[in-house]
């Protein structure tokens, strides 16, 4: 799939408590790229003109995709996405349990409901669900207490998330499981994942884990200048 060439990276045990502070545009698109991700569903942060693509695998109960929202994530915005060179397409694997599940299919609803208007609203309640996080499989992600989490996001409409889920779960699990074997065929096995895309080159990088600042700045930096 990757042309140009491969770079791949392994995986850290990051630790912080800083909160991601940063944030972007958000848009939205339908085309598929050249590395064959379908962009349809998926939020995008930055600028749709950017020539790096990073692909973002998530899990909302993954402690370690915390970790990397809090550590290098910002810098990762403030240096790469508000200068046009990155932007961030958020993809789910929910690999954990069902309850990863549960919220993937809730991110897909919520990103519905506010993409053509408030598009930023989709960020306070992913950075609002990874401020909540509790211990996978203890249940804080439930249906029931993630619609009361989303109630208290500004510029989320709760019964609209809940309208969406009930009526699209089955269609939005089905396209989730589809990706998520897409996704393994890049070698995509557990979050966080990324893969970084130069599309006018062809050229990709691959990294896993809560990686450093550093390690995303390098990996950057080789597939944009190839």
Same mark, same amino acid.
């Given at each position: =799939? ?21 944030? &972007? ?50 810098? /990762? ?9 990155? +932007? ?7 690999? /954990?349990?069902?309850?990863? =599940?549960? &919220?993937?299919?809730?991110? +897909?609803?919520?990103? +519905? ?68 074997? +897409? ?12 893969? /970084? ?30």
């Amino acid at each position: =799939m990757v042309s140009g060439g491969a770079i791949i990276y392994g995986g850290s045990v990051l630790q912080s408590n800083q909160a991601t502070s940063v944030t &972007a545009p958000f848009r939205s698109s339908s085309s598929t790229t050249g590395f064959g991700i379908e962009l349809q569903d998926h939020p995008i942060m930055g600028s749709l003109d950017a020539p790096i693509d990073m692909y973002y695998w998530s899990d909302y109960q993954c402690p370690f995709c915390r970790r990397f929202e809090r550590n290098a994530f910002p810098k /990762l915005v403030e240096n790469f996405v508000h200068s046009g060179t990155v +932007r961030v397409i958020f993809i789910e694997f929910p690999y /954990l349990s069902a309850a990863s =599940m549960t &919220a993937a299919v809730m991110d +897909r609803c919520v990103w +519905r409901t506010v993409r053509d208007d408030t598009p930023r609203a989709y960020w306070r309640w992913h950075s609002t669900l990874f401020d909540e996080q509790g211990s996978n499989k203890s249940g804080w992600a439930s249906t029931e207490d993630l619609l009361d989490i989303t109630s208290d996001v500004d510029g989320v409409d709760a019964s609209a998330v809940e309208s969406c889920t009930n009526t699209h779960r089955a269609e939005i699990e089905a396209s989730i499981n589809s990706e998520m074997d +897409r996704a393994t065929q890049f070698g995509i096995r557990g979050t966080p994942a990324f893969i /970084l895309y130069n599309r006018t080159e062809d050229v990709a990088g691959k990294l896993v884990g809560a990686q450093p600042y550093d390690r995303f700045d390098e990996a950057i930096t080789q597939v944009q200048n190839p």
